[in-house]
């Protein structure tokens, strides 16, 4: 059979599949995007300003796609289950691949993008999509090491004869929505492994942050995946319904806020994985094997890293109190000393947080607080949508600020005598996402592992870290499942049993 000029090369890249470059506005954005329908780019119309959340000017503009256009992104993925599943491991490693080469062609292009859009310091960004680049190599490396196991069958005389072999099978179309916080990574987290797993799926990316997922989609439209095995879909909240209801969709996988409960309750039978926050705590121990310093640093950067708008940025810092009133003198110096201002300068740490009205909850967050005898000691007023790194103590354990997750630069200074009872102030939480522990007590390490109810005990640094192949996600409030390339592909495939007799 003669190989058609857009055949898959052995990259997984289409020949003849360079198109005219987008017109350029003066920020270095196209000045329109379209959204991805069944691996195609749909120029639908320009209905979604994407704002620049720095200025609060539009930035761009994209295709907004309304409920007709997800449901036919769904019905092309149902269709694309077989081909996608029978699409080799090896080809799907080629496509993952693709993507990591073009992600570093284009690599200061998406930080500027995301700089924009999310309104996140350049270094930031940078690191951001340093990340993107790693999830998809990980990914990369796990589509050929999807793997089953034997069964030992013979455990009585009943079943003498019979061996069990199992694999692991695409469970089939996948929902995938994500937010606005990290619109590169945690798109990566979900799209990766998907396609790792030969699962067809449909995107929602946050409507504030959709310009990353639409370049990720364009990357994408690049390569041989079967037709309709992808969609891209900034879209309104209410015409995604169909992403939690369908019948269709095999698997819900939702990363944002606690509205993700109510979309497990409408899902139906589907699995659900949900990725939904949390109010991260570093304790600091009486001796925590680390200078002085070094600590604060780390808690610095743990609690204001691109304006705590993390859901294991550090809301809650625990010092023993051999050691409160020096980490407390130094906290509040480093605080007072971060930069805010425009992320596209190298100098800045704080940039705006997403728009005004989430900088206004902050702040009002933070004022109640002061009417209820906390103590502000690092900030002040907010400037529009830029929001002070700020440090607070003595804050009421029944005020929203240390009950609920901020998703700001704010943090929540405390005290304790002894460590058992620190543990019981995390627990106290109603979420569990990750936790920090600075400790030199080995004791104390192991005992944070035994009783902390939360998805990660990091010991030695903060709850803000990450790295992109390990399993991450919480208990409680804070969701179900757990992402990190190897763990989303077990949730995207399901195990199939062969038994042979004889």
């Not at 009943?158 to 099978?169: C, E, L, N, Q």
Request: glycine share 10%.
């Amino acid at each position: 059979m003669a190989k058609s000029k857009n055949a898959p090369s052995k990259t997984g890249k289409r020949a003849g599949a360079k198109k005219a470059a987008p017109r350029r506005g003066g920020n270095g954005l196209a000045r329109t995007y379209p959204y991805w329908l069944a691996g195609e780019a749909v120029t639908a119309n320009t209905d979604l300003d994407v704002i620049d959340k720095y200025s609060g000017k539009v930035a761009t503009r994209t295709a907004f796609a309304d409920g007709a256009a997800v449901r036919k992104a769904i019905v092309a993925a149902y269709k694309a289950r077989d081909a996608m599943a029978a699409f080799p491991p090896d080809k799907r490693r080629d496509v993952l691949e693709h993507c990591v080469r073009r992600f570093e062609e284009r690599f200061e292009e998406l930080a500027l993008a995301l700089c924009i859009e999310a309104g996140k310091p350049i270094k930031d960004a940078r690191g951001e999509v340093t990340r993107l680049i790693d999830t998809f190599r990980i990914a990369a490396g796990e589509a050929t090491r999807v793997e089953g196991e034997t069964v030992e069958m013979q455990i009585s005389e009943r079943t003498r004869g019979y061996r069990g072999i199992v694999k692991r099978v695409p469970i089939g179309v996948c929902s995938l929505i994500t937010p606005f916080n990290f619109p590169l990574n945690l798109v990566a987290h979900k799209v990766a492994p998907a396609i790792a797993a030969g699962c067809p799926f449909v995107l929602k990316p946050a409507a504030k942050t959709p310009i990353g997922a639409l370049i990720i989609g364009e990357i994408l439209a690049e390569t041989d995946l079967p037709k309709g095995a992808f969609s891209v879909l900034p879209c309104s909240n209410e015409d995604a319904a169909a992403l939690t209801e369908d019948e269709r969709i095999a698997l819900l996988s939702f990363t944002g806020g606690l509205v993700g409960w109510d979309l497990k309750a409408r899902a139906g039978r589907k699995k659900v994985t949900l990725e939904l926050g949390g109010n991260a705590a570093c304790i600091v121990d009486a001796d925590p094997g680390q200078p002085i310093d070094q600590v604060v640093d780390r808690l610095v950067f743990g609690a204001y890293y691109q304006s705590g708008q993390s859901c294991i940025s550090v809301q809650h810092i625990l010092v023993h109190r051999d050691l409160y009133e020096k980490v407390r003198k130094k906290l509040r110096t480093k605080v007072g000393a971060l930069v805010m201002g425009d992320p596209r300068d190298e100098k800045t740490f704080i940039g705006p947080v997403i728009d005004e009205a989430a900088a206004q909850r902050i702040e009002g967050w933070v004022e109640s607080a002061r009417k209820a005898g906390a103590k502000r000691l690092a900030g002040g007023p907010r400037d529009g949508n830029l929001m002070p790194a700020t440090l607070m103590e003595k804050v009421p354990a029944d005020s929203d600020l240390y009950r609920q997750e901020v998703f700001g630069p704010v943090a929540c200074l405390q005290p304790f005598d002894d460590f058992e009872d620190a543990l019981k102030i995390v627990n106290a939480s109603d979420f569990g996402l990750q936790a920090g522990v600075f400790t030199a007590n080995i004791a104390h390490a192991m005992l944070a592992w035994d009783r902390l109810e939360v998805g990660g005990v990091v010991v030695g640094d903060v709850p803000s870290f990450r790295v992109d192949n390990m399993p991450y996600g919480g208990v409680k409030g804070s969701g179900l499942g757990r992402e990190g390339v190897k763990y989303a592909i077990e949730d995207m495939t399901e195990p199939r049993l062969l038994v042979i007799k004889g």
